[in-house]
């Protein structure tokens, strides 16, 4: 009996052992450096320029669906003189209208149409124009002045360095002087 136990025990235990190794050699696999094969200078440089071609086509792609989404909300945001869209509805909304005769009478909801407010190509236009010219206005008046101020400031700064000039020719000649005294 007690030999059985032992023999069960011994085996166990060389399982165990055995079990432990492969799930070392397992582990030390995972942990090995994978070897990389050398492809080439002209590979590596294709593959990234590859790579970079994609890339770049890929945000050229995004950068003008996102400019197109712009432009297509943009442009009807406006009322053109032209013919409506079959597509645009106006918008309908729920006022109470009271009726001036009936003060005290019951109030009457009617659905009306309102449209939202839309500017005209034109209208934006004249007033950009306007702003940009208004603009044009501003900036020159203040180089006019920022000009105006550099000939003060010149003639300010060639004062000061003039007097900082004789000052210094002041004291070089005294020191001249006392480095002769003695």
């Keep these: 009996m007690q030999f059985m136990a032992n023999k069960t ?15 070392a050699k397992d582990h030390s696999l995972e942990n090995a450096p994978h070897i990389r094969h050398k492809r080439g200078i002209f590979w590596d440089f294709f593959q990234k ?16 669906n996102t400019l197109n989404d712009i432009y297509n909300t943009v442009n009807e945001q406006f009322s053109d003189p032209g013919p409506d869209k079959p597509t645009s509805r106006p918008r309908v909304t729920t006022e109470k209208t009271s009726i001036s005769g009936e003060e005290s009478g019951s109030n009457s909801e009617e ?5 939202a407010f839309q500017i005209s190509r034109y209208e934006l236009g004249r007033i950009l124009g306007r702003n940009y010219r208004g603009l044009q206005k501003l900036a020159m008046s203040e180089f006019n002045t920022a000009l105006n101020a550099t000939k003060y400031n010149l003639a300010e700064y060639k004062s000061e360095a003039d007097k900082q000039f004789a ?4 004291v070089e000649k005294k ?7 003695g």
């Design 167 to 170: 000052n210094s020719l002041a």
């Design 9 to 23: 025990l011994i085996i166990g235990g060389i399982l165990l052992m055995g079990l432990v190794l492969v799930l």
């Design 111 to 115: 659905p009306t149409t309102t449209e």
């Design 49 to 64: 320029m590859v790579i970079t071609k994609n890339l770049i086509v890929d945000q050229y792609t995004d950068t003008r």
């Design 175 to 181: 020191n001249k002087l006392k480095s002769l005294k």
